[in-house]
């Protein structure tokens, strides 16, 4: 059965339509919640609030809801609004762009060999727009993180999508379950970044959807749960600890060779291309239909033909928009990651001086830089230099 895309998070820190709209999301969870709480024992509620993990008192008061059949009432409510308040036809303005850490100046040298970022709005450029900021270099002093800001939506000129690339040869990657999400076992790890990792980190990103909310699969070594179904996206790490995407059963499948796998919905782009039927979702393949044209906040995972790493995340976007980001960013493999304020996050880190500075990918991301670093009710995903490069 085809669940709901929506969920609700921590309200972003910004002015504008992002944060009215967290707003009204806000109290469509307190009406709800009341109601709900009016026939339903109070207790569970109280567990809910008080469960461990980092999240955020609205994150949990909507799963919580949706758990007990609420998901209609909420999906209503936002595709109500984001129906109403499309994303602004003004360019952005600074504190909507990516921030840069000023703990280093990163070098630009071999930024040239990187993806070439497509012109999707096709309008004036913003300063600094679809130009690559070379971020990290790897031992060799090649590039091995750069990240960059497009504007996906040709319709819509305030819309900005962040983009990350790492190079995937220079990283290894690692999959944490959170204390909530996957849920149905006993993972190994305590739901954060381990302390003896965090001098060699390089980047940390969200994950996708509540488990309970689709029908693809979690694994950690040899720990599944639920099944990986055949057919779904999935981001894969191997025994080298790099990371690809694609469809499991088709361009992987189970093999002691894969020590990590998330399952999220269908391919958004494959081959190349944005996924067939994206727009139109006729197969509900991604979640609820009218979920897809939400303008909201995506985030997306995918890898390029030299089979690095593309991360694309961004507020006001519909599904489509999402996808085309990604493809527009190199990604020839991609599927969306988890979606609203309070869930997309990407953190790039640096270690200068004896300090270990982690930098927001963009500002309005919910969460302190440092997320992660403590338990969180989420899996997610982090990147941290090979053993022999640290």
Excluded at 30 to 41: E, G
């Amino acid at each position: 059965m085809d669940q709901p895309e929506s969920r609700d998070g921590h309200p972003a820190p910004s002015r504008g339509p992002g944060r009215r709209a967290s707003r009204a999301r806000l109290a469509v969870v307190v009406l709800v919640a009341a109601l709900m709480a009016a026939v339903l024992p109070a207790r569970s509620y109280v567990q809910a609030l008080t469960a461990p993990g980092d999240a955020a008192w609205t994150t949990r008061t909507v799963d919580w809801l949706r758990d007990r059949g609420a998901s209609p009432l909420v999906d209503t409510a936002e595709n109500l609004w984001y129906g109403l308040h499309p994303p602004s036809d003004r360019p952005p303005e600074a504190r909507d762009l990516p921030t840069v850490s000023t703990a280093s100046a990163p070098s630009r040298d071999g930024a040239a060999a990187l993806p070439q970022l497509v012109d999707a709005y096709g309008g004036r450029a913003v300063a600094g727009e679809r130009t690559w900021q070379v971020r990290r270099l790897d031992a060799r002093g090649a590039v091995l993180l750069a990240t960059a800001f497009v504007r996906p939506d040709p319709e819509h000129a305030g819309v900005v999508a962040a983009v990350a690339w790492v190079r995937s040869t220079s990283v290894t990657a690692h999959l944490v379950a959170g204390t909530t999400i996957p849920g149905g076992a006993a993972w190994p790890g305590h739901a954060d970044v381990p302390p003896r990792d965090v001098p060699a980190l390089v980047a940390t990103f969200n994950s996708g959807w509540r488990t309970q909310d689709i029908s693809g699969g979690f694994r950690i070594g040899n720990q599944t749960w639920p099944r990986l179904q055949p057919g779904q996206a999935t981001a894969v790490v191997d025994g080298r600890g790099r990371v690809d995407v694609g469809v499991w059963g088709r361009d992987f499948g189970v093999s002691s060779d894969v020590v990590a796998a998330r399952q999220n919905l269908a391919l958004v782009v494959d081959q190349g291309q944005v996924a067939a039927g994206l727009g139109s979702n006729r197969n509900h393949q991604w979640g609820y239909r009218d979920n897809q044209h939400q303008f909201t906040y995506r985030s997306g995972i995918g890898v390029d033909r030299s089979g690095d790493l593309v991360y694309v995340a961004g507020s006001g976007m519909t599904l489509e928009v999402l996808a085309q980001a990604l493809r527009d960013a190199g990604a020839v493999r991609a599927m969306q990651l988890d979606v609203h304020d309070g869930f997309p996050f990407f953190a790039v880190w640096e270690h200068a001086h004896g300090a270990d500075t982690p930098t927001k990918l963009l500002a309005s991301m919910a969460h302190d830089a440092n997320r992660y670093l403590q338990p969180d009710q989420r899996d997610f995903f982090y990147l941290t230099l090979p053993e022999r490069g640290r």
